[in-house]
């Protein structure tokens, strides 16, 4: 800096003495105690990280109780059972010659017939019920099972067995009469998912109402 001095004698340049040195504060300006002298510019950016983060602070102790809260109590159970019967039957279709019906079946197609120790396997499914803790009533499916061996077992399903009148005796559509018979005796709230017949542990059919 420099300043200038003027008289009726002469101009004189003189020189502005240095400035004091600097001395920052003893404490800083935010400091409670003692307000600041000097303000202080605070500026926040906020970017998707910085928001995502402190959206989750938030969100977290909601997700924490959610995952705490019991589980809905709608669960569906699946309960299944096994029924055994002996019955006798031969794979023919009329109109067709023996010839014909041998190339077709092969010694299943015998004039006499043949056995089979049948299994059939079947599952129901539903919720369970609070009172009695099941899905249905097992009393009540071997009632059922009861009625529909009532008209298969030891007998000679193509002759005794209207269902099988127009139908080959075939494991396939055994699985099929059971499923008929089973969906219409089973109690409302149960849905009858699968059944399955066996004519031996290597042949055996499953329907699932498709």
């Given at each position: 800096q420099h300043y200038f001095i003027q008289s009726n004698l002469r101009h004189c340049?003189?020189?502005?003495?240095?400035?004091?040195?600097?001395?920052?504060p003893r404490y800083?300006?935010?400091t409670p105690h003692y307000p600041s002298l000097y303000p202080i510019e605070t500026t926040t950016t906020l970017n998707h990280t910085t928001l995502g983060t402190?959206?989750?602070k938030l969100l977290l102790p909601l997700l924490t109780i959610l995952l705490l809260l019991p589980l809905s109590e709608e669960r569906m159970f699946h309960v299944s059972g096994?029924?055994?019967?002996?019955?006798?039957?031969?794979?023919?279709i009329e109109g067709k010659t023996e010839e014909e019906n041998w190339d077709i079946f092969g010694?299943?197609?015998?004039?006499?017939?043949?056995?089979h120790n049948y299994k059939v396997t079947y599952t129901?499914?539903?919720?369970?019920?609070?009172?009695?803790g099941m899905v249905v009533n097992i009393e009540l499916l071997k009632e059922v099972i009861a009625e529909i061996l009532l008209q298969v077992d030891h007998r000679n399903i193509d002759?005794?067995?209207?269902?099988?009148?127009?139908?080959?005796?075939?494991?396939?559509?055994m699985s099929l009469f059971f499923w008929l018979n089973l969906a219409?005796?089973?109690?409302?709230?149960?849905?009858?998912?699968e059944v399955t017949a066996y004519e031996t542990d290597e042949n055996y059919a499953t329907y699932r109402g498709e």
């Amino acid at each position: 800096q420099h300043y200038f001095i003027q008289s009726n004698l002469r101009h004189c340049h003189v020189e502005a003495p240095p400035p004091p040195p600097y001395h920052p504060p003893r404490y800083p300006p935010t400091t409670p105690h003692y307000p600041s002298l000097y303000p202080i510019e605070t500026t926040t950016t906020l970017n998707h990280t910085t928001l995502g983060t402190a959206m989750l602070k938030l969100l977290l102790p909601l997700l924490t109780i959610l995952l705490l809260l019991p589980l809905s109590e709608e669960r569906m159970f699946h309960v299944s059972g096994v029924a055994r019967f002996s019955a006798a039957h031969r794979h023919w279709i009329e109109g067709k010659t023996e010839e014909e019906n041998w190339d077709i079946f092969g010694i299943c197609s015998w004039i006499n017939g043949h056995g089979h120790n049948y299994k059939v396997t079947y599952t129901v499914k539903g919720e369970i019920n609070e009172v009695t803790g099941m899905v249905v009533n097992i009393e009540l499916l071997k009632e059922v099972i009861a009625e529909i061996l009532l008209q298969v077992d030891h007998r000679n399903i193509d002759v005794d067995v209207p269902f099988f009148q127009n139908r080959t005796s075939t494991v396939e559509n055994m699985s099929l009469f059971f499923w008929l018979n089973l969906a219409a005796g089973i109690p409302d709230g149960v849905e009858l998912e699968e059944v399955t017949a066996y004519e031996t542990d290597e042949n055996y059919a499953t329907y699932r109402g498709e």
